[in-house]
Structure formats: C-alpha cells, structure tokens
T-cell receptor, first 114, second 117 residues
C-alpha cells in the first residue's frame, strides 16, 4: 500500500495545550497537504506545503516537512475544543501527471477537552 | 476556494440495486476528478481517477465493473455502485482539480454516505 502512516492514531489533550501530529510517507512527492475531517463529514483543506519548502504557518497551524526523512508534522497551538476532529496528511506523488491526486495517511483523531 | 458539490449527501438502498453519485465542479472546469472511499474510523482510499472524455483509471483492487465512473463533461463526474451489497456501505467522496499541474489543489465534495440494507 502506498498509504502513509500517522502518529499518534489518537491524541487527547486539554484546551490551551499544543497538539502535534506526525506523518510519514513512502514515495517522492510534489507536495504534502493536511486536512481536517469532523465526524462523518467532508474534508477541510488546512495547508499545503511544497516539496522545496521546510516550514509553513497558517494562523495557529505550523507544518514542517523533511523530505530526507519523508515525514511531516502538524502543530496546532493553543488548542480549542472546536479543534476536535480527525486530521489527515495527504501526499501528491511526484511524477504524477494528474494534478490533485492524493494519497492519504491513516489519520490522527484529536480530542480537545474543555 | 473552488466549490465541488456532491449529491446525494446520503442514500439508503436495497441490496442488489444500483446507486449513482454525482460530483460537480460549480465554478471551474475540472479536467480530472478523483473518487475516494472511506470506511468508518479509517482513512480515505483512492478508488479511481476520472478524466473528462476518457476511461477512468482504477486503483488496484477496485472492480471497474462494479464501480462505474463517467466523466462526460468538464463539470460532472458520476460514480455508479452497481448491484450494491452491504459491504459497499461506506462514505464516498470526490475531489476535482483544474489541471494536471503539480501543486494543483484538489477541492473536495461533502461526501455521500451510502448504506446498503
């Protein structure tokens, strides 16, 4: 399977704490993206980081990418109860001539307790 | 961002019947659309890639005769689950992108929850 792995599979923290999720993948990539999914719902795009970038910020989100280790991390700072959701990383395989094709990681289920 | 609409958002059907799911790009032309399946508590698995005007490309292990994909226009792709069985019950979600450039963002529909009884 080309699917990547994420850890932890589940993470439970208190409101205000930071949450860090990690993602590893197997193939060379064009970019890596992070998505959020509330239970039983569609995906919300959070951030895209290109293969030549090492770090990217968006509000309370910070994403890092280490292509030598084929890994990425998503940091959510000052978490809120509303951040409770599943978070997925997804990679766009290099050499893929079909823009938008994504391979998803297994996801991390984040629970933020008020 | 661009809008992708998926319909229906949920459907319940009897075993043996066929179900059609539509995926529309509302404000852009989608040369490529992707269909994913997600079982409970699991990740999204790519089923197939749909290109306008040509046959879909299926991922390994996905039966093309069971999951019929049609991408007849630049704004519409359909997935038909034929002779559905309870094991086909899942969350199906589509995405669409404007072109084949690298770093092209894909926009996701809201998903369709299929329950086969």
């Amino acid at each position: 399977s080309q699917q990547g792995e994420e850890d932890p599979q589940a993470l439970s923290i208190q409101e205000g704490e930071n949450a860090t999720m990690n993602c590893s993948y197997k193939t060379s990539i064009n970019n890596l993206q992070w998505y959020r999914q509330n239970s039983g719902r569609g995906l919300v795009h959070l951030i895209l980081i290109r293969s030549n970038e090492r770090e990217k910020h968006s509000g309370r989100l910070r994403v890092t990418l280490d292509t030598s280790k084929k890994s990425s991390s998503l940091l959510i700072t000052a978490s809120r109860a509303a951040d409770t959701a599943s978070y997925f990383c997804a990679t766009s395989p290099r050499g893929n001539n079909q823009g938008g094709k994504l391979i998803f990681g297994q996801g991390t289920e984040l629970s933020v307790k008020p | 961002g661009a809008v992708v609409s998926q319909h229906p958002s949920w459907v319940i059907c009897k075993s043996g019947t066929s179900v059609k799911i539509e995926c529309r790009s509302l404000d852009f032309q989608a040369t490529t659309m992707f269909w994913y399946r997600q079982f409970p508590k699991q990740s999204l698995m790519l089923m197939a890639t749909s290109n306008e005007g040509s046959k879909a490309t299926y991922e390994q292990g996905v039966e093309k005769d069971k999951f019929l994909i049609n991408h007849a226009s630049l704004t519409l792709s359909t997935l038909t689950v034929t002779s559905a069985h309870p094991e086909d019950s899942s969350f199906y979600i589509c995405s669409a992108s404007e072109g084949s450039r690298t770093n092209t963002e894909a926009f996701f529909g809201q998903g369709t929850r299929l329950t086969v009884v």
